[in-house]
């Protein structure tokens, strides 16, 4: 069994700290602590500025990864956005990535969407889970057919998407507005 990623919660609001708390619990793969242990914690998140505050604390990544979300955000969103920061990835918001788009490159070189063949509406249900954090098994189940049919999906994805893993492809997703949190 792998290693737990320790997230430090730093919230104001006890109720919403200890809600979060379960969810990254019952994920499995994190440990939620609202005091510092001995050992520094992996990601950090706090409440900060009106909003969720969600930062790497890795030397190599610190600066680099984070993300920004409503005070509001659902659970579920909040743990996925935690798996990506982890993962190395910086999540920004659709003005803010429009603003870098416009100073890095002209948009019209830039491909769109409608580029890449569509998603099929199987594949946007296989989506969805993946962003809940479910393994091919669990997609298997959810979905009622098999797990080489599920792991046949989750490739075709990746294919379509562009995207290099289950980390990339929910990142991409969430920056395209396919994941429905």
């Given amino acids: 069994m792998k290693d737990r990623r320790i997230i430090l919660l730093t919230l104001s609001d006890s109720a919403h700290a200890d809600s979060l708390a379960a969810a990254l619990d019952a994920d499995g793969e994190f440990f939620a602590t609202l005091t510092m242990l001995d050992d520094a914690a992996d990601v950090v998140v706090s409440d900060s500025d009106g909003a969720l505050q969600i930062s790497a604390t890795s030397p190599d990544t610190a600066g680099d990864t984070g993300a920004t979300l409503p005070?509001?955000?659902?659970?579920?969103?909040?743990?996925?956005?935690?798996?990506?920061?982890?993962?190395?990835?910086?999540?920004?918001?659709?003005?803010?990535?429009?603003?870098?788009?416009?100073?890095?490159?002209?948009?019209?070189?830039?491909?769109v969407a409608s580029d890449r063949p569509p998603l099929s509406a199987r594949e946007l249900e296989v989506l969805n889970l993946l962003a809940d954090g479910a393994q091919n098994k669990v997609i298997a189940r959810a979905l009622n057919i098999s797990v080489h049919t599920a792991k046949f999906h989750v490739a075709s994805l990746l294919t379509k998407l562009g995207a290099v893993n289950r980390t990339d492809a929910i990142a991409i997703a969430m920056r395209e507005g396919l994941v429905s949190m």
């Fill in 71 to 111: 005070l509001n955000a659902d659970d579920a969103l909040v743990v996925a956005a935690i798996r990506l920061v982890d993962a190395g990835y910086r999540i920004s918001s659709a003005t803010e990535a429009a603003d870098d788009l416009d100073d890095a490159v002209d948009v019209a070189d830039v491909p």
